[in-house]
C-alpha cells in the first residue's frame, strides 16, 4: 500500500498537500505526450505522487517508467505548480491541493504503453492540445503551451 492510500484510511476523503511531480514529454517533432486518464477521462502528462524520502527527480522517473515504459534522462526543470487552481477533487471524492514539480524532456528510450490508470496516450502538437486536460495540469500545459510561443 502507498503513502497516499494508508493516510487516506485514517483520513478519508479530507484535503490533504500532495507533492507530485509530472514530465513533459516531446518527441522529436516537438508534440507533447499525453495519457488519457481510465477515472477521469482526462488528459495529462505521466507523474504522480512523491513517495515520502523519494528524490523527486526520481519520482518523476518512476512514474514515467509505471505509466508508460519509457526511460527519460535529460530532465529539465520547468515549473514549480501550487496554489488553488491545483485543487483536485478525484472521481472516489478524495480532494488534494497540489505541489506538482514538473519536468521537460526529449530524451527518452522505449516505446509508449499505457498502464492500467491509462486508456490510451497519443503524441499532441501544441496547437491540438485536447480541452479535457486533468484540471490541476491545465495551469501547467497552458503556461508551457504559451512560453513556446504556440499560445
Request: glycine share 10%.
Amino acid at each position: 500500500m502507498d503513502y497516499i492510500q494508508s493516510l487516506r484510511k485514517i483520513i478519508g476523503h479530507t484535503p490533504i498537500l500532495m507533492v507530485g511531480a509530472a514530465v513533459l514529454i516531446l518527441d522529436s517533432q516537438g508534440r507533447l505526450l499525453l495519457m488519457k486518464r481510465t477515472d477521469s477521462g482526462c488528459w495529462g502528462p505521466p507523474g504522480g505522487a512523491v513517495e515520502p524520502g523519494e528524490v523527486i527527480e526520481a519520482a518523476a522517473r518512476r512514474e514515467v517508467r509505471e505509466e508508460t515504459s519509457l526511460q527519460v534522462s535529460g530532465l529539465s526543470l520547468f515549473g514549480v505548480f501550487s496554489g488553488p487552481e491545483l485543487f483536485y477533487e478525484y472521481p472516489n471524492g478524495d480532494q488534494v491541493y497540489n505541489v506538482t514539480i514538473v519536468y521537460v524532456t526529449q530524451e527518452w528510450q522505449g516505446q509508449v504503453q499505457a498502464d492500467e490508470e491509462h486508456s490510451t496516450w497519443r503524441w499532441f502538437s501544441m496547437d491540438e492540445i485536447p480541452v479535457d486536460l486533468s484540471p490541476p495540469i491545465r495551469p501547467v500545459i497552458d503556461r508551457y503551451v504559451k512560453l513556446t510561443g504556440n499560445g
